[in-house]
C-alpha cells in the first residue's frame, strides 16, 4: 500500500479503522483518530494517533499523555480484520460473565442491555398487518418508483430538511387518520432516512481531508480549483501559472 493510499476511514457501521501493520484494524474504544498530522489536537481519552509513514506507528492518549502501541500489544486495542476486507474477519464472542441455564442443560449468555429485535414483532398481529412488513411494502414500493437505495444518495443539510418535513407531514396526516397512503410507514421511513443521512454528514465532516490535512497540503474541490493549506489552517486558491501572468 503506497503512502498516499487511504490508512484511517470511518465505516457506516460506526467503527474507526486504520491500516496497521499490513491490515485493517478497527480501533476498540476509539473516540476520534487523527492521521497524517505532524502534531495533533490535545487529546482527550479514546482517542488515537496514526502518525504519518508507513503505517506501524499508533499512539492511544492515556493518562494525559500519547502512548506508542506496540505491535505485541495490538490486541488491547484492536481488532484485526481481513486483508481485503471482507466479511471473514477474525471475531471475539462478547461475554457478559453471566449465564442463563435452561431445564435442558442449556447454557447461554444474558440478553440484558441487548437490542430486542424480536420485540419489534408486535404478537398477534398477522404478517401482513406488522409494522415492519408495512414499512419493508413501502420500501419496496419506493424502489420500484425511484430505483434501489435512492435516498441514500442523500448528504447534505437541505435533503435533511425535507426527510424531517415529511416525516412530519405524514405523522399528521396519520394523527388525523388520513388512509390514502401507508402514512405510518412513510413515518417510519422518513425518520430513518433522517438519522442515516446525518450520520453521514457528521462522520464525514468530523473526518475530512478538508479539516484533517496539514499546513501544506493541496486539495481540489468539485471544479477543480486547486486549495492549499496554510499555517493557521486555511485554505487559500492556488494560481495558475497562467493567472499568475496577470
Not at 491490515?23 to 487523527?34: I, S
Not at 492518549?61 to 484485526?80: K, M, N, P
Not at 440478553?111 to 412488513?133: N, R, S
Not at 435512492?150 to 388525523?176: I, P, V
Request: aromatic share 14%; net charge negative; charged share 25%.
Amino acid at each position: 500500500m503506497g503512502t498516499n493510499s487511504p490508512r484511517y476511514r470511518f465505516t457506516m457501521s460506526g467503527g474507526h479503522e486504520v491500516y496497521y501493520h499490513g491490515a485493517w484494524r478497527r480501533v476498540l474504544d476509539c473516540n476520534r483518530v487523527f492521521f497524517d498530522q505532524a502534531t495533533p489536537a490535545d487529546g482527550t481519552p479514546g482517542d488515537f494517533w496514526l502518525l504519518p509513514g508507513d503505517g506501524t506507528s499508533l499512539l492511544k492518549y492515556w493518562d494525559g499523555v500519547w502512548d506508542f502501541v506496540s505491535a505485541e500489544g495490538l490486541d488491547e486495542v484492536v481488532e484485526i480484520r481481513s486483508f481485503d476486507d471482507s466479511v471473514h474477519s477474525v471475531f471475539v464472542t462478547k461475554d457478559s460473565g453471566e449465564r442463563q441455564e435452561y431445564a435442558s442443560g442449556m447454557v447461554r449468555d444474558l440478553q440484558d442491555g441487548k437490542p430486542a429485535f424480536h420485540l419489534l414483532m408486535p404478537e398477534g398481529i398477522p404478517y401482513e398487518a406488522q409494522p415492519l412488513t408495512r414499512f419493508a411494502a413501502l420500501l419496496e414500493r419506493g424502489q420500484a418508483k425511484y430505483g434501489p437505495r435512492n435516498w441514500e444518495r442523500a448528504g447534505s443539510q437541505e435533503e435533511l430538511e425535507r426527510f424531517k418535513a415529511s416525516a412530519f407531514r405524514h405523522f399528521m396526516q396519520w394523527f388525523t387518520d388520513e388512509g390514502d397512503e401507508d402514512h405510518m410507514a412513510a413515518v417510519m421511513f422518513n425518520l430513518m432516512a433522517y438519522e442515516a443521512t446525518r450520520y453521514k454528514i457528521v462522520a464525514n465532516s468530523v473526518h475530512s481531508p478538508w479539516t484533517d490535512s496539514p499546513p501544506g497540503t493541496r486539495l481540489s474541490d468539485a471544479t477543480g480549483q486547486e486549495y492549499e493549506r496554510n499555517e493557521e489552517g486555511s485554505w487559500r486558491p492556488v494560481e495558475t501559472e497562467q493567472e499568475a501572468l496577470f
